[in-house]
């Protein structure tokens, strides 16, 4: 069954019971009334789902960008055989990365983070600028190794935690 509207709001209100204080970056997310919300092609912004994935030092997984030419988490848009965030995230992590979805287990259910950010306009895909509504979910990965796919990513590697783009994230992973 596809993500739903409803399944979108329960992952954002099991987030907010966490993290109160997050309250204005998913106030966009539970703005969206239909599932249009979760197709790339909404604008001015559309759901999308990233994995945090530690490994046993603690080190996380970042993935260098062929489009943008920078390190991210692995994630990206929705699919509509998606049957929920947290799937969504985990298909992008192995899509992206090449590791064994066996060796990666959701450390919780509820997003560990919520993110709104600018993507510039990309005329060769005919997509103007928008926002990504991102949600994102903390995985542990006990075994695999890195094969990147290299048509969307230069490169995929373990590196410092500090090394991802959000200081409030940083901090939520210090307590893992």
Do not use: K
Not at 7 to 17: C, I
């Amino acid at each position: 069954m596809p993500i739903t509207i409803a399944h979108l709001r329960d992952q954002l209100h099991a987030y907010l019971d966490r993290w109160p204080e997050s309250a204005d970056e998913v106030r966009p997310l539970l703005a969206l009334d239909s599932e249009a919300g979760f197709d790339r092609s909404t604008t001015p912004g559309h759901v999308t789902a990233s994995a945090i994935v530690l490994d046993e030092s603690g080190a996380v997984l970042l993935i260098h960008h062929r489009l943008y030419d920078r390190w991210f988490q692995p994630g990206g848009h929705l699919e509509p055989g998606d049957e929920s965030l947290p799937a969504a995230a985990l298909r992008e992590a192995v899509e992206e990365t090449g590791l064994d979805p066996d060796g990666l287990e959701l450390a919780e259910p509820a997003p560990i983070h919520v993110d709104v950010h600018p993507i510039p306009a990309n005329p060769s895909r005919g997509e103007g600028a928008h926002d990504h509504y991102d949600v994102r979910y903390l995985f542990r990965c006990t075994r695999g190794g890195l094969r990147p796919r290299t048509e969307e990513v230069h490169a995929a590697a373990w590196r410092p935690a500090g090394d991802l783009d959000n200081a409030d994230l940083v901090e939520r992973l210090a307590s893992y």
